[in-house]
Nanobody
Framework: QVQLVESGGGLVQAGGSLRLSCAASGRTVSMYGMGWFRQAPGKEREFVGAIGWSGRSTNYADPVKGRFTISKDNAKNTVYLQMNNLKAEDTAVYYC??????????????????WGQGTQVTVSS
């Protein structure tokens, strides 16, 4: 049974930083693409970024490029989302997701078949 558990969310002031973690069990993160999505109140879930199985390929949504970085620690079977220079519009519940395939790092939620429970990030302005 695959489980993805996010942690690291919280309240931060605009301009601050947070690092989210996604600990995986039942699946080896080194073998699949892993993504991050977020959903703000009243809005649809949106793609934040993804990292490929090897860790060498990444893909980011335009609103977070240059501010967010995804990495993985295969030994810990954990994926990270480092968020810098946070803005009020980054406020959302952040979800970790496991892709169906090894190579997928795209933005379609339909291509991810495992999801964490989410962690709240609130940025005060």
């Amino acid at each position: 049974q695959v489980q993805l558990v996010e942690s690291g969310g919280g309240l931060v002031q605009a301009g601050g930083s947070l690092r989210l973690s996604c600990a995986a069990s039942g699946r080896t993160v080194s073998m699949y693409g892993m993504g991050w999505f977020r959903q703000a109140p009243g809005k649809e879930r949106e793609f934040v970024g993804a990292i490929g199985w090897s860790g060498r390929s990444t893909n980011y949504a335009d609103p977070v490029k240059g501010r967010f970085t995804i990495s993985k620690d295969n030994a810990k079977n954990t994926v990270y989302l480092q968020m810098n220079n946070l803005k009020a519009e980054d406020t959302a519940v952040y979800y970790c997701a496991g892709a169906r395939s090894t190579y997928y790092i795209g933005s379609s939620p339909n291509e991810y078949n495992y999801w964490g429970q989410g962690t709240q990030v609130t940025v005060s302005s």
